[in-house]
């Protein structure tokens, strides 16, 4: 089996290349109470800054860093609270790792500003540039790279009864739409994400898993984001957030076969492994 085509090898994210011939890992770092796995285990800096040098150990190329719990049901937080959390910590990762991608996990002009000042790579924005079009014009301005991912709502009401007529095909001109606005304003370097658990019935995430190959054709490298996720949980019978590493990598691998370029994970080296089995039976 060789690799499955569509979307480019290689992305430029501001002055790195990464390399997507193989799958990469995009390592989750929450820097707030809430979060749904891992809220209020890395507020301090020094947890933190661990946290980052294990999972680049483990494999992350990229790390992705949040200051607000998007997970369902919960509130927003003001910019100064999400920059108090964030900007620091960003500033400090960056010098400390400079072989390291990073990515900021934000919806907030004014955070994704100031990390892209402090040399962040990527912005990782669940609205999908819903909540703030004018990103497409800070990562051109930066030469960013910048995660089109796909949800419906807000995160305080998103999971209330998501309706589609198509879900596959609605997605696609949601993307094919946010790609176009992106490449007006110049942005060059474009990340699919299907959004899991944004607004998406356990169905309509499982149908987005066996489907995923369907936005290839757009021509973007795709990310899934399941980890831990209530998805497998559901699968597994209400099983508990501690018990769904196994679904987790089963579910992404899943991912791997239908297209997905990154995985973004809180688990690195069981990814890492997964996508070392996946790419050796690939390039058979």
Not at 34 to 52: V, W
């Amino acid at each position: 089996m060789g690799r499955q085509t569509g979307e480019p090898c290689k992305i430029k994210l501001r002055d790195v290349f990464l390399n997507l011939e193989k799958p990469a890992v995009m390592g989750v770092l929450n820097l707030t109470p809430d979060s749904f796995y891992d809220g209020g285990k890395y507020l301090a800096d020094d947890r933190a800054i661990g946290q980052i040098d294990k999972m680049v150990a483990e494999g992350a190329s990229i790390i992705d860093i949040g200051g607000e719990s998007t997970r369902p049901g919960s509130d927003p937080v003001t910019v100064e609270i999400e920059m108090n959390r964030v900007i620091p910590l960003l500033k400090h990762a960056v010098r400390e790792f400079p072989g390291t991608l990073f990515s900021v996990d934000t919806t907030k002009y004014e955070v994704a500003k100031e990390a892209l000042e402090s040399g962040v790579h990527i912005i990782n924005d669940v609205s999908g540039l819903r909540k703030e079009p004018g990103f497409a014009e800070l990562c051109a301005q930066y030469h960013a790279g910048y995660v089109l991912m796909h949800s419906i709502a807000t995160p305080k009401t998103m999971q209330n009864a998501p309706v589609y007529k198509n879900i596959v095909t609605e997605m696609e001109t949601f993307f094919r739409n946010g790609i176009s606005k992106l490449i007006e304003t110049g942005v060059k370097s474009i990340i699919l994400d299907p959004g899991f658990g944004f607004g998406k019935t356990l169905a309509h995430n499982l149908e987005l898993v066996k489907e995923m190959h369907s936005f290839l054709k757009l021509g973007y490298p795709v990310l899934a984001g399941a980890s831990r996720k209530s998805m497998i949980g559901a699968v597994l019978n209400g099983r508990a957030i501690e018990g769904r590493l196994a679904g987790t990598i089963a579910l992404h691998y899943h991912c791997l076969v239908n297209g997905a370029r990154i995985l973004r994970v809180h688990d690195v080296k069981e990814a890492a492994d997964s996508i070392e089995i996946f790419n050796a039976v690939m390039n058979q």
